[in-house]
C-alpha cells in the first residue's frame, strides 16, 4: 500500500467514526505517515476519544501528537508506562545501534570554497599544466616509471636506445593494424607508433588509451623524431589494505533520486526511509537500518530543469525550487542520529562544470532547513572512521563507455576502475563533461579511497579493485525515454549498504513489497 493509501484509509477510518480532521491535524498525519501508520494512530486517538465525557466533532493537531507521544516506544519515553503501547503490538521495539554511538566525520578535501576561475585562455593552460604535473608525479612514485625522461630528451637519444617518457595523449588513430600516439609533455611532442608486432596485451593496453589521459611509455628509438612503443604504464592505484572503523556502523550509498521527475519512485524511496527508522522488512533487514550512520548522496537529488531536450513532459514539478522542496520533505523523515551527505550531479543547480560546488542555497532553501548535513561538492573525499570515501557524481562515465573498449553504460564498476587506472575522473576533455580551468585540478586522484563511490549512470554494480571498493549507488528514477532510446536498463530502488567495519557490502531491495 502506498503512502497516499495508507493516508486515506486513516482518513475515511475517521469520518466513519463520525469525526473531521481540522487542516493542522490533517497536515500532521500527512507528515507522519511517513514513518508511522496513520490507521493506527486515528485508531488510537479515536479510542482516546471515545473515554471522554464530551466529544469533539473537529480532531485538531495537539490531540494527535498527544497521542503520538503515548504511543512512543517505551525506551523513548521520558518515564515507563502503565501499558505496552498499542502501536507497537506484537513487534520488537527498534533499538537503533546507531543511535548510541557518535559520529566520526572529517572533510578531508572539497572544492566548494576554493573556486575562483574566469575560464581565460591562460587559465585552460594552467589548468592542463597542472594536471600533466600532478599525475606526472604520482606515476614518478613507481619503480617502473621512475626513470621517465623529458620527451626532448627521449627525441635527442640514439636510434635503437630504449627510452621513456611520460606524455598526455593527444591524439590517436589506427590504421592497417598499427597506432599512432601524439603524446605531449610541457616542453615537446612526439609521435608514439605501436607496431602490428606487439604482443596482444600491448596493442590492448594501447587500444584503452583514452585522449588526454597521463601516462608512461616505454619505447625504442626510431628514425625520424619516431617512438617505437614497447609498453604502457598506468599511474594506477597501489594494492591497499583498506582502512576500516573499529566498530560496526554502516554508510548507505544512494545517488540519483530525480526528484521531479515522473518517473522518480516515490513509494519505493518512502520505504527506504521507513526502512531507516526500523519501521520496514524483516528482522535482519531491521537489524542492518539500525546499523546505518551515514547516508550518502551522490548527486542527482532532482530531475532539474532544461536538462535535456523535451524534459518538460517527463517532469511531475516544473519548477526546481519546489522540487528541493520535495527533498527536503524527505530527508527530513531520515533519523536524526544519521549523518547525511550530499553532493550535486548534472541535474543539480550548481554550476555544471567540474568541480562542482556544493549545492547554492538560494534554489535549494528547503533542503538546507530540512535537516543537518554535510552539504559538499562534486567531487570531494570524506573519511567515516577513518574510511576513506571518494564522493563523484560520475559524469565521466558516460565518456569512459562510449570510448573504451569492453565498457558500456551496464558496466559502470569497469569505467570506474578506469578512473581509477587513470588516477583521474575525467581524464577526456572536450567531451560530455564540462570541466571548469581551475588553477587545480580538483579531478586528480590524489588520495587513493578506501570506497569509490559514484552514480550517475542509474546501474547498481560493486566491485574491489586492489583494495579499494567500489560502489556505483544506482538510482531511484523508472527507465526513462532517453534511456530507452540508448538500451540502457537501470536497476533502481536498491541501495548497497557498506559495514565500515568489515567493508563487506549488503543490497537491499526497496522494489519488492
Ligand atoms: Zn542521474
Ligand atoms: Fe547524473
Redesign the pocket.
Given at each position: 500500500m502506498s503512502e497516499g493509501e495508507r493516508l486515506q484509509r486513516a482518513v475515511s477510518f475517521t469520518i466513519a467514526a463520525g469525526y473531521q480532521l481540522n487542516k493542522e491535524a490533517f497536515e500532521f498525519l500527512n507528515k507522519i505517515s511517513k514513518t508511522e501508520d496513520p490507521l493506527s494512530l486515528m485508531e488510537e486517538a479515536i479510542r482516546k476519544i471515545e473515554g471522554l465525557p464530551e466529544k469533539p466533532l473537529f480532531i485538531n493537531r495537539s490531540f494527535l501528537e498527544e497521542t503520538v507521544k503515548e504511543t512512543l516506544p517505551e525506551e523513548e519515553k521520558p518515564s515507563p508506562p502503565v501499558s505496552p503501547p498499542p502501536i507497537l503490538e506484537g513487534r520488537k521495539v527498534f533499538r537503533a545501534y546507531a543511535k548510541d554511538v557518535d559520529a566520526d566525520l572529517k572533510v578531508i578535501d572539497d572544492p566548494t570554497d576554493k573556486i575562483c576561475t574566469t575560464g581565460s585562455v591562460e587559465e585552460y593552460l594552467e589548468y592542463f599544466q597542472d594536471r600533466f604535473k600532478r599525475i606526472k608525479k604520482i606515476l614518478r612514485r613507481r619503480i617502473d616509471a621512475k626513470n621517465a625522461m623529458p620527451i626532448s630528451e627521449a627525441l635527442k637519444s640514439t636510434v635503437n636506445s630504449k627510452v621513456k617518457i611520460i606524455g598526455m595523449v593527444t591524439e590517436k588513430r589506427e590504421s592497417k593494424g598499427r597506432i599512432f600516439l601524439r603524446f605531449e609533455d610541457l616542453e615537446a611532442s612526439v609521435t608514439v607508433l605501436v607496431p602490428q608486432n606487439v604482443s596482444k596485451e600491448v596493442m590492448a593496453k594501447a587500444r584503452s588509451l583514452l585522449l588526454d589521459q597521463v601516462v608512461c611509455v616505454s619505447a625504442i628509438k626510431g628514425r625520424n623524431d619516431l617512438l617505437i612503443a614497447k609498453d604502457f604504464i598506468w599511474p594506477d592505484v597501489p594494492q591497499k589494505t583498506p582502512h576500516k572503523a573499529p566498530i560496526p556502523v554502516y554508510a548507505a550509498l544512494i545517488?540519483?533520486?530525480?526528484v521531479g521527475s515522473k518517473m522518480f519512485m516515490e513509494k519505493e524511496f518512502n520505504r527506504f526511509v521507513l526502512w531507516l527508522n526500523g519501521k520496514f522488512g524483516n528482522e535482519n533487514m531491521r537489524n542492518i537500518a539500525g546499523h546505518v550512520k551515514y547516508v550518502v548522496i551522490a548527486?542527482?537529488l532532482v530531475?532539474g530543469i532544461g536538462i535535456y531536450p523535451g524534459q518538460m513532459k517527463e517532469l511531475m514539478i516544473k519548477d526546481i525550487y519546489e522540487q528541493y522542496r520535495e527533498v527536503a520533505k524527505l530527508i527530513e523523515q531520515i533519523p536524526d542520529y544519521t549523518e547525511l551527505i550530499i553532493i550535486p550531479?548534472?541535474?543539480d543547480a550548481a554550476r555544471k562544470a567540474l568541480p562542482q560546488p556544493a549545492i547554492p542555497r538560494k534554489y535549494a532553501e528547503p533542503l538546507y532547513e530540512a535537516r543537518r548535513m554535510y552539504s559538499l561538492g562534486n567531487p570531494c573525499t570524506v573519511s567515516l572512521h577513518e574510511v576513506e570515501l571518494l564522493l563523484y557524481?560520475?559524469r565521466s562515465l558516460d565518456d569512459i563507455a562510449a570510448v573504451a573498449p569492453n565498457v558500456s553504460f551496464q558496466t559502470p564498476d569497469k569505467a570506474m576502475k578506469l578512473l581509477l587506472q587513470s588516477r583521474h575522473l575525467a581524464p577526456i576533455y572536450g567531451e560530455r563533461t564540462p570541466i571548469a580551468p581551475e588553477n587545480r585540478d580538483f579531478t586528480v586522484i590524489e588520495r587513493v579511497p578506501d570506497i569509490f563511490h559514484a552514480?550517475?549512470?542509474?546501474v547498481l554494480k560493486c566491485d574491489t579493485y586492489r583494495g579499494t571498493l567500489i560502489v556505483n549507488s544506482g538510482?531511484w528514477?523508472g527507465q526513462t525515454e532517453y534511456q530507452k532510446k540508448m538500451g540502457l536498463v537501470p536497476t533502481p530502488g536498491i541501495v548497497p549498504i557498506v559495514n565500515l567495519q568489515t567493508m563487506q557490502v549488503a543490497t537491499i531491495n526497496f522494489t519488492a513489497s
Open positions: 545517488s540519483d533520486l530525480h548527486g542527482d530531475d550531479g548534472n541535474h557524481h560520475g552514480g550517475h549512470v542509474h538510482a528514477q
